[in-house]
């Protein structure tokens, strides 16, 4: 693409060329030249966004959603985060202790997530304690936080002294990015939904928040019945509500005739070990650690009912910059496979140097 100076240039030579006169950087004919220079790159770059945007493989943002819109897509929001804390109390309290719906709890630090509880509860008379679910105040996978960080109380109930989460908050994720929204979209072309087919129950699971995948198996319960198994992106984990929202909608949408049911989908755990011949001049320390974050992303990133092939492992490790050569030890030298309501996640890898 053109740069400014090459702009002006351009025209200065061409000018020159015509006219057989040199144009002077303080002259009139340089200012034009100058000021047309940067509406032509202005109008340049505008055509090379339209460019981007007219494809879903470049396209981003709101360009990106019209285009998804067209297959009868749309870009899934934020999920709140899903929990329940516990109240309690030092002493026993000679009365109960009410504690009503929308009270704030938080994490501590600058940076805190704050929930709010989903109903009212009360600490009985002669009691320490009551639990409560609470729903994230935002939306994000960043309110899935660890067990005991809700330690704050920001709308503080009369004479409770502590509340914490003896549990992980779970369920909560992130905007559908452009980079996930481009991926449904793309496969919206390579497999045709038809209103009965398994791509069309998938793509209805698939357009709930925070669903990352699902598989479909006909005939679990014998014929007209169909079951849906559904996980969420990377670690996170789906909550009832949202298990039950695909329900629902697939409910709702379904075949006359067919009985749906709507399931999580079940980890298979499994661990590699893998050994590393690197080139020369290359760190073990920094090439091992790309090698543990790309394989990891790619085991992520697989589908609920897809293997891990051994094939795909090869050619991410392949790819890594600094790797000469590699081998898989162990029992870990053929594909991971999985059952339809299974999927895969890696739950230990070892890393060896080849000396």
Same mark, same amino acid.
């Given at each position: 693409?053109?740069?400014y100076?090459?702009?002006?240039n351009?025209?200065?030579?061409?000018?020159?060329?015509?006219?057989?006169?040199?144009?002077?950087?303080?002259?009139?004919?340089?200012?034009?030249?100058?000021?047309?220079?940067?509406q032509?790159?202005?109008m340049?770059?505008?055509?090379?966004?339209?460019?981007?945007?007219?494809?879903?493989?470049?396209?981003?943002?709101?360009?990106?959603?019209m285009?998804?819109?067209?297959?009868?897509?749309?870009?899934?929001?934020a999920?709140k985060a899903?929990?329940?804390?516990?109240?309690? &109390?030092?002493?026993?309290?000679?009365?109960?202790?009410?504690?009503?719906?929308?009270?704030?709890?938080?994490?501590?630090?600058?940076?805190?997530?704050?929930?709010?509880?989903t109903?009212?509860v009360?600490?009985?008379?002669?009691?320490?304690?009551?639990?409560?679910?609470?729903?994230?105040?935002?939306?994000?996978?960043?309110?899935?936080?660890?067990?005991?960080?809700?330690?704050?109380?920001?709308?503080?109930?009369?004479?409770?002294d502590?509340?914490?989460?003896?549990?992980?908050t779970?369920?909560?994720?992130?905007?559908?990015?452009?980079?996930?929204?481009?991926?449904?979209?793309?496969?919206?072309?390579?497999?045709?939904?038809?209103?009965?087919?398994?791509v069309?129950?998938?793509?209805?699971?698939?357009?709930?928040?925070?669903?990352?995948?699902?598989?479909?198996?006909?005939?679990?319960?014998?014929?007209?019945?169909?079951?849906?198994y559904?996980?969420?992106?990377?670690?996170?984990?789906?909550?009832?509500?949202?298990?039950?929202?695909?329900?629902?909608?697939?409910?709702?949408?379904?075949?006359?005739?067919?009985?749906t049911?709507?399931?999580?989908?079940?980890?298979?755990?499994?661990s590699?070990?893998?050994?590393?011949e690197?080139?020369?001049s290359?760190?073990?320390?920094?090439?091992?650690?790309?090698?543990r974050?790309? &394989?990891?992303?790619?085991i992520?990133?697989l589908?609920?009912?897809?293997?891990?092939?051994?094939?795909?492992?090869?050619?991410? &490790?392949?790819?890594?910059?600094?790797v000469?050569?590699?081998?898989?030890n162990?029992?870990?030298?053929?594909?991971?496979?999985?059952?339809?309501?299974q999927?895969?996640v890696?739950?230990?890898l070892?890393?060896?140097?080849?000396?």
């Amino acid at each position: 693409m053109n740069s400014y100076d090459n702009i002006v240039n351009k025209m200065k030579e061409k000018y020159e060329e015509l006219t057989g006169g040199q144009v002077s950087n303080e002259s009139d004919i340089m200012m034009r030249f100058r000021v047309l220079a940067t509406q032509l790159l202005n109008m340049e770059n505008a055509v090379e966004f339209v460019k981007r945007q007219m494809f879903v493989s470049t396209a981003e943002g709101e360009y990106l959603d019209m285009h998804a819109s067209e297959r009868g897509l749309t870009r899934k929001d934020a999920v709140k985060a899903r929990g329940e804390v516990a109240f309690s &109390l030092s002493f026993p309290s000679e009365s109960d202790i009410v504690i009503e719906k929308g009270t704030v709890v938080a994490t501590s630090g600058v940076d805190f997530k704050s929930f709010e509880t989903t109903k009212d509860v009360v600490i009985l008379a002669g009691k320490l304690e009551v639990s409560v679910p609470v729903v994230a105040v935002k939306g994000g996978s960043d309110h899935n936080v660890k067990k005991d960080a809700i330690c704050v109380m920001v709308t503080p109930p009369m004479g409770v002294d502590k509340v914490t989460n003896k549990l992980q908050t779970k369920s909560g994720a992130d905007k559908e990015s452009d980079e996930d929204l481009r991926a449904r979209t793309l496969d919206s072309y390579k497999d045709i939904s038809n209103s009965t087919n398994a791509v069309y129950y998938k793509r209805l699971a698939q357009s709930v928040g925070g669903i990352h995948s699902a598989s479909v198996q006909a005939g679990v319960d014998g014929a007209g019945t169909l079951a849906l198994y559904l996980r969420a992106k990377g670690d996170a984990q789906l909550s009832m509500e949202q298990i039950e929202e695909v329900q629902q909608l697939i409910d709702k949408n379904r075949e006359l005739c067919v009985d749906t049911y709507v399931y999580y989908a079940v980890p298979k755990n499994f661990s590699l070990n893998l050994s590393l011949e690197l080139y020369d001049s290359y760190e073990f320390s920094v090439v091992s650690g790309k090698v543990r974050e790309k &394989l990891y992303e790619y085991i992520d990133s697989l589908e609920v009912g897809r293997p891990a092939l051994m094939c795909e492992m090869n050619e991410v &490790l392949y790819h890594i910059e600094g790797v000469k050569n590699f081998h898989f030890n162990g029992n870990t030298t053929g594909d991971i496979t999985v059952n339809t309501n299974q999927y895969c996640v890696l739950e230990n890898l070892e890393i060896g140097q080849v000396s």
